[in-house]
């Protein structure tokens, strides 16, 4: 057992000493193609029915694929219905061209020509498999067979185009099924044959189609692959080179985007990367990893969940919490110093007017694929400080002075623990409010309380309100201060009542919006005789109102601290 990794047979290198690929970029978008309907759909444990195929062709045009897979009509009466009912109720816009798969053998094609009648765009894709050990152990034929199957497949597919009747726009495309495991000279032979077979000419190119059937290499050796069969094809010019990457070792999307340095110009794949075993290449990975390079992909994101809707619909297929771009949890942030960076970055992007994405630990903007930033951060008892004070600032409005964060975050940890789970935004806005807003009043302002102004610029305060304690009326007193501002006189009427163990240490306030009208949000700092700092919070439409409820509220918790 120990030893058992000894049967694999390592995967053989391409002698391509002078290859070209790494020092490319990629600067433009493939032709996309999806094969959503017929690799995806074949991967089903319940294949799509008719109506489910239908929407997801739709959502797939409204995304803005050009080229559609729609499935192997010759294969089964359910696949030719589909294909006959796109094509008679003019579910296909006019720019689309539907592909239709076929094995490279004479009844299938005869058969997938009656499918497509009618229809104004159409790829006639054929295949037979061409590696190594498909030879040796499923046709047991040498390579000169499997040429002949191609190329009788391809003279068979020219003749039938060439007496066909009607106005169908018909391309043609080829796969070397299996082709990366397959010996590269003859990868080429097979292909050029069938470009000649098919009559392709640069007006009229072939399209080859170099599927990584079962990924089995790493990715630098299928961009190898490709690079050494484009510059061996001859005729060139009458190809249109595409990949088909599966994922069996997990890097289809790297294998993809390697293969397009090395001179693919089409791509097919599945939306989040359905298809057979481990699936297809992931379209959507791909083409958002181009987005956030600053190339277009020319596929539209911007609804993702929309579309994630659909497919998990469609296909009953769950995606993954952490798949890029569309995962659940990926646009959220559990390490508090990725929280506080985050934070930071948003923060940064604000003041600067930067015209770029510059936040740390995001390397999208979730509203650029239709998230939303609400739920960018969850809290839990790991969360950094700022991470708490994050989320009052962004989905609440509440800008918390930094001194006040410890405070707060300490309360959100004990809430955590209690629950022992994390907690969620409207939980910390809770916390926000039983703590700061709705805290008991054993002091309380009642009415109005009467401020005048004296100096200049206002900065002689002349305060005098009602206090109460406890509740009871029958406690109502006045009170009466002079200072340097509303604080200030509010703590000098608390002294003539005999509160005077408390020490102002520093407030800061600001508008906050609720609704239709603005208010002010006081944040004061108070010592406490122990020499420990406590916050306490006031909103009120009158500033001064406001900073005097947030020193009676410090003052409050300081008290039920008790
Ligand atoms: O993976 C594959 O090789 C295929 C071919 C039929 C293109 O799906
Ligand atoms: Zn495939």
Same mark, same amino acid.
């Given at each position: 057992m120990k030893e058992s990794f000894k049967k694999y047979i390592p995967f053989k290198q391409i002698d391509l000493p002078d290859r070209q690929w790494p020092s490319k970029v990629i600067t433009k978008a493939p032709t996309w193609c999806s094969v959503d309907l017929r690799d995806g759909n074949q991967a089903l444990i319940d294949p799509m029915n008719l109506q489910e195929k239908l929407e997801f062709f739709k959502a797939l045009c409204d995304m803005g /694929?050009?080229? +559609?897979? +729609?499935? /192997? =009509?010759?294969?089964s009466e359910t696949e030719y219905e589909i294909c006959r009912e796109l094509i008679e109720g003019n579910h296909i816009p006019d720019d689309v061209s539907i592909q239709v798969l076929v094995q490279a053998r004479e009844h299938l094609i005869r058969k997938t020509f009656e499918a497509i009648k009618g229809a104004k765009n159409v790829i006639v894709h054929f295949y037979n498999s061409t590696s190594t050990l498909q030879r040796k152990v499923v046709f047991k034929k040498d390579m000169t067979g499997i040429i002949d199957i191609a190329v009788q497949g391809a003279a068979l597919i020219k003749e039938l185009t060439d007496s066909y009747e009607g106005d169908t726009n018909i391309r043609f495309e080829y796969s070397p099924e299996s082709f990366s495991g397959t010996e590269m000279d003859n990868a080429v032979e097979i292909c050029k044959e069938v470009m000649d077979a098919i009559g392709a000419t640069k007006e009229n190119p072939l399209i080859l189609n170099l599927p990584n059937t079962v990924e089995m290499c790493t990715a630098n050796t299928y961009a190898d692959q490709v690079e050494y069969f484009i510059r061996h094809l001859p005729n060139r010019d009458a190809a249109i080179i595409s990949i088909h990457p599966h994922n069996d070792r997990g890097c289809g999307v790297a294998a993809s985007e390697l293969a397009l340095l090395a001179g693919a110009e089409r791509v097919e794949g599945t939306l989040f990367g359905n298809g057979e075993r481990t699936g297809n290449l992931d379209i959507v990975t791909m083409g958002l990893n181009m987005f956030t390079q600053g190339v277009d992909p020319q596929l539209d994101f911007s609804n993702l969940p929309k579309y994630k809707g659909i497919y998990e619909r469609c296909t009953n297929m769950k995606i993954h919490e952490r798949t890029p771009y569309i995962g659940e949890l990926v646009f959220t942030a559990f390490s508090g110093s990725h929280q506080d960076a985050i934070n930071k970055g948003m923060e940064y992007m604000k003041q600067s007017g930067t015209d770029y994405w510059e936040i =740390?630990?995001?390397? +999208?903007?979730p509203a650029d694929v239709g998230r939303q930033y609400e739920p960018i951060i969850r809290i839990n008892s790991q969360s950094g400080k700022g991470g708490a004070a994050f989320v009052m600032a962004h989905n609440y409005g509440y800008n918390l002075p930094k001194a006040m964060h410890p405070e707060f975050s300490g309360l959100v940890q004990e809430d955590c623990d209690k629950k022992g789970r994390e907690l969620v935004s409207h939980e910390l806005l809770k916390i926000f409010e039983d703590n700061y807003i709705n805290f008991p009043r054993k002091y309380e302002i009642v009415g109005h309380p009467t401020v005048i102004e004296e100096g200049s610029d206002g900065n002689k305060i002349k305060l005098t309100a009602i206090l109460r304690t406890d509740g009871d009326s029958k406690t109502d007193i006045q009170i009466s201060g002079e200072g340097n501002g509303p604080i200030d006189a509010f703590f000098h009427g608390l002294k003539g009542f005999g509160i005077d163990k408390y020490q102002f240490v520093d407030y800061s306030q600001h508008a906050i919006s609720t609704g239709s009208d603005s208010k002010a949000v006081s944040y004061i700092q108070l010592k406490k005789p122990d020499g420990n700092n406590i916050f306490g919070v006031g909103i009120s439409s009158n500033i001064y109102r406001s900073s005097i409820f947030g020193v009676l509220n410090a003052i409050n918790r300081a008290e039920g601290q008790k």
């Open positions: /694929f050009k080229e +559609i897979e +729609i499935g /192997f =009509p010759s294969a =740390p630990y995001l390397p +999208i903007d």
